[in-house]
Structures are given as structure tokens and as C-alpha cells.
């Protein structure tokens, strides 16, 4: 069984951060590329971030020099710092996780960026 457990969500106003992390655990093997993605009201899930097992790292265009996402292999943990967030952040944010053939979703944190 394995579980991908996201944390960091809650509500900012706008031009301020929030770190998002997520943990994979459970009988997971040879984890490849790890990532987030959002879905705001209305909207379909859409990628945000990435990084493979070796550090490459790729960015939507709405998101490029403000958020950054990394991971520590050790603990198959995957991080997304946000930095001057906008009211058009808000969303639901997903941690995906590739492992082999298979990919693992968390239950979502929810991001609302407002004044």
C-alpha cells in the first residue's frame, strides 16, 4: 500500500509565500519523477511543477520565478516554496508521484491567496 501525504496548504494574502511538502510511503520502489499540480474552481488539473531523480526541475509559464520546487530522495519527500503568490494561485494542490509503471496521487491541500 502506499500513501502520498500532502501538507503546507492555508490562505495567504497576496505577494506572500507558502511551502507545500509531500511524503511518499508505503511499498514504493525506484521513484522517478515527482511533481505538483492545481486545480482552481472550474478549472482542469494542470501541472505546475516537476523534478526527476536526478534534479531537473520544469515550471509552468504562469509560475516561473516565483515558485520552486526540489525533493529529498532520502526521504521521498517533494517540496513546492511559493513566493509572490497571486489571488489567481488559489487552487487545490496535488502531489504526483511517478514509481515505475504507476503514479500516485495525494487527497490535495487547498492554496487561496486573497486580501
Known amino acids: 500500500q502506499v500513501q502520498v501525504v500532502e501538507s503546507g496548504g492555508g490562505q495567504v494574502q497576496p505577494g506572500g509565500s507558502l511551502k507545500l511538502s509531500c511524503a511518499a510511503s508505503?511499498?514504493?520502489?525506484?521513484?522517478?519523477?515527482m511533481g505538483w499540480y492545481r486545480q482552481g474552481p472550474g478549472k482542469e488539473r494542470d501541472l505546475v511543477a516537476a523534478?526527476?531523480?536526478?534534479?531537473?526541475?520544469s515550471y509552468a509559464d504562469s509560475v516561473k520565478g516565483r515558485f520552486t520546487i526540489s525533493r529529498d530522495n532520502a526521504k521521498n519527500t517533494v517540496y513546492l516554496q511559493m513566493d509572490n503568490l497571486k489571488p489567481e494561485d488559489t487552487a487545490v494542490y496535488y502531489c504526483?508521484?511517478?514509481?515505475?509503471?504507476?503514479?500516485?496521487w495525494g487527497q490535495g491541500t487547498q492554496v487561496t491567496v486573497s486580501s
Open positions: 504526483n508521484v511517478a514509481a515505475l509503471v504507476y503514479k500516485y
Open positions: 508505503g511499498n514504493i520502489f525506484s521513484i522517478t519523477t
Open positions: 523534478i526527476t531523480s536526478g534534479g531537473t526541475t
